[in-house]
């Protein structure tokens, strides 16, 4: 039997996907809303766009709804946040700004609607879609938070720029053009590109993890130890923690060998202070999850999960 908490979750949800066509409705059912239920809300909603729309006219991924929110760094000038640059996330903002909190997510539907109004029309049954399973407790919100203590250090200058948001992605094809290099002359610059930037497009990945699913820390790293790409919610000495994790990789691949097992995939590990989660993408790069309130079980699903969607893509 649902709870009373989770009997009023499913109802918001019901009234809000019955005023998906009524912006002034929708956004007034948001308005009685906590920064944690707003924080809830959006969760559903984003998987909702994403699973529906397989099944519509209108295909959408994870990629596609990014690239329509405000940019991260933009929002921060906007409202004059004082956080440092990377430090402001919604998963932070719930526990210690909720206003702030309820502002960001407000937009972030604002951007969704044209998305929800297009999934309504392209498929209206979904609008009918049964909310009756009881919310799963994952999110750093949700879930029995784990006893604070600082493993990290304080970033140095140069980490400070690994922590800066994207810019966001342009919104158009560039046509085809004569001047445009030869594949072979592509696949050169490529091979000369820094791996940094050669991993640039997937950082919005390990940003959404930090923004939508409550990790502290996500990052792509090499079995040496060399930070790819990064994101966080909180500041930290990165490399130390990669540095380790380098180490972990080696002693678990160990074990597995002397067990006579290959090909290392995820490897999950639950402290008193929070889980970390591995996963193996492809070329000896891994994908990293680090966070002190999300569940064991929901990060390991995460990182599983945007490993096998990053394995995809870098085929």
Known sequence: MATTAESINTTVKHELLQAIRNEEAFFSILTRLTAKELK??????????????QEA????????????????????????CQEPLGYCTI???VRVSPDCAI????????????????????????????????????????????????????????DQEILRQPEEHSKQTEAISEDMPSSTESENNASQMPLSEKYAKYKDQLWSMVEFEGL?????????????????????????????????????????????????????????????????????IYLVGVSETVLPGKIHSLIVKLGNMLQTEMK
Not at 239 to 257: H, M, P, W, Y
Not at 258 to 265: G, S
Request: net charge negative.
């Open 40 to 53: 809830q809300v959006l969760d559903f909603f984003w998987d909702f766009l994403i699973d529906q729309s």
């Open 57 to 80: 006219t209108t295909k959408l991924h994870q990629t596609d709804l990014l690239q329509k929110l405000e940019p991260l760094s933009k929002y921060q000038q906007r409202v004059k």
């Open 91 to 93: 998963s932070m903002c």
């Open 103 to 158: 502002e960001r997510i407000t937009g972030i539907f604002k951007s969704l609607i044209p998305f929800l109004q297009t999934l309504a029309n392209e498929k209206p049954e979904c609008l009918s879609t049964k909310l009756d399973e009881p919310e799963e407790k994952t999110t750093g919100i949700q879930a029995e938070t784990f006893t604070p203590e600082p493993i990290l250090s304080e970033p140095n200058g140069s």
């Open 216 to 284: 502290d820390h996500a990052f792509l790293q090499t079995r040496e130890g060399q930070v790819l790409q990064f994101a966080s919610s909180s500041r930290s000495d990165y490399e130390n923690i990669a540095d380790k994790i380098s180490a972990e990789i080696e002693s678990v691949i160990e074990q597995g060998e002397a067990a006579n097992y290959q090909n290392l995939l995820t490897v999950t590990k639950e402290y008193s202070q929070g889980v970390m989660a591995i996963r193996a993408i492809a070329d000896d």
